[in-house]
């Protein structure tokens, strides 16, 4: 036996995330400043529409980004993985492409095509066992290494029905009271509807009213408008008798409602067209739409109509590149740490303790029985003076206690203790009495528990 002993770790696999680093080749659309500072946010901390790179247009196009550095990192590297997190803006994108980008500094390769882009940020990626050049993946190569992503966003087409609520009162033929609120406008506008907390009723025995309605999403390019639809909910107080009508921009469209019921009830009628014009809708239609209602009543009734919401829906087809937006991009390094052995001096103290699960178990008429459940944990405390390459062993007895792993002891005189322990806990103290030494002298105690 020697005047050393050994002891050695095998550390499970570690993540080094790589970042972009600078602008290598870019053709996307930056939101603001530079591309790969849109794309660069810590991995678990996405920002998604406060920066990105962004493209929408037919043509396929890409993004290169250079990389930092690894710093101390060292060992096998198993894999890298390329990762970006991705939307296609409002709109899905079911037929452009969506690559994932990597060269190693001398060969390019892509990941296959992760297109469709769904309309929520996900992350897409690729994860490349070899370098694209084929070899088995070193840290110059990491170093080296270049990510990035490439995309197309070709026209889609794709049917859309949007809701319209009230926005103010535009026109009326006879004056109608506000219930529940201070205007026309802010009774009728609840969808769903409030019942009777908010709604609007005329006195007179025909009457109708119009309002001014929400547009549509400004930021679709739309192709055509199918159809518009009214909608009104109402309800008479009184006996059978009362009627209502929709109106769209301030002609009655569908049928008429007769003898309406005392429970509030959805009427609709929808218009292929613009009934002001007698042709077919349009965009700019659409902004200046209005949807009202007419209403009969009998003259020993009125004011018996109630009307609680007046909304509709519009029904669209848009043909439109889609925006496809890319808020991250880097790169998962993973990769295994040597394996690290220190030689210690021999330790000069050493203790062992053991503990064992006893239990007792008493029974009525007063005996009792002990049961022994084994051994549950053995503690060895060692300590020394190292004296040589002391700064170098002590920084490898912390990395160990970082890793967490188990660590194998070997060749002390009790072969008894020679096996597989956890770290609990690593002190050492600077015994030197020379500052200017260039080798220190420590003192180190090292607390493990038996795995």
């Excluded at 009728?188 to 547009?215: E, K, L, Q, R």
Aim: glycine share 4%; charged share 20%.
């Amino acid at each position: 036996m020697g005047d050393t002993f050994n002891i050695s770790q095998t550390p499970d696999s570690s993540n080094l995330i790589v970042y972009p680093a600078a602008n290598y080749d870019v053709n996307l659309t930056a939101s603001s400043g530079n591309n790969y500072e849109c794309v660069d946010e810590i991995w678990s901390s996405p920002n998604d529409n406060t920066d990105y790179v962004s493209h929408a247009s037919d043509s396929v196009v890409s993004d290169w980004y250079s990389c930092v550095s690894h710093t101390t990192e060292s060992g096998t590297i198993n894999y890298v993985r390329v990762v970006a997190r991705a939307v296609s803006h409002e709109i899905e994108q079911s037929i452009g492409s969506y690559y994932i980008l990597i060269n190693d500094g001398s060969t390019a390769s892509k990941s296959s095509d992760l297109a469709p882009i769904r309309t929520s940020y996900r992350k897409y990626y690729c994860t490349w066992n070899k370098t694209p050049s084929g070899a088995t993946w070193t840290w110059d190569d990491i170093d080296d290494m270049r990510i990035g992503i490439q995309c197309s966003s070709p026209s889609v087409t794709k049917s859309y029905t949007e809701t319209i609520t009230v926005e103010s009162e535009y026109n009326k033929s006879y004056a109608f009271s506000s219930n529940g609120a201070a205007t026309t406008g802010e009774c009728v506008d609840d969808v769903p509807h409030d019942g009777d907390d908010t709604y609007i009723t005329t006195y007179s025995t025909a009457a109708y009213i119009d309002f001014n309605m929400t547009d549509i999403n400004p930021t679709y390019n739309v192709s055509s408008i199918d159809n518009v639809t009214a909608f009104s909910v109402a309800r008479s107080t009184s006996n059978p008798g009362e009627d209502v009508k929709c109106r769209i921009n301030s002609t009655e469209v569908g049928s008429l409602a007769e003898d309406i019921s005392n429970v509030f009830t959805t009427r609709s009628a929808v218009s292929l067209e613009n009934p002001k014009t007698s042709t077919a809708w349009t965009r700019n239609d659409i902004s200046d739409v209005s949807i009202g209602i007419g209403v009969w009543q009998n003259a020993d009734s009125r004011d018996d109509v109630r009307i609680t919401s007046i909304y509709g829906t519009v029904d669209y087809t848009i043909f439109d590149n889609p925006q496809i937006r890319t808020t991250q991009v880097y790169a998962v390094v993973n990769y295994t740490p040597a394996a690290t052995s220190v030689s210690l001096s021999m330790p000069d103290s050493l203790s062992v303790s053991h503990s064992r699960n006893i239990g007792r178990f008493n029974f009525p008429d007063g005996d009792y029985e002990i049961a022994d459940f084994g051994r549950g944990g053995k503690t060895l405390t060692i300590s020394g003076v190292e004296r040589t390459s002391t700064v170098s062993h002590m920084q490898d007895i912390k990395d160990m206690c970082h890793y967490g792993n188990e660590v194998t002891i070997s060749d002390l005189p009790d072969t008894n203790l020679n096996t597989n322990y956890l770290i609990q806990s690593f002190s050492w103290e600077d015994q030197s009495y020379n500052s200017e030494a260039n080798d220190r002298i420590y003192r180190w105690t090292l607390t493990l528990e038996e795995a």
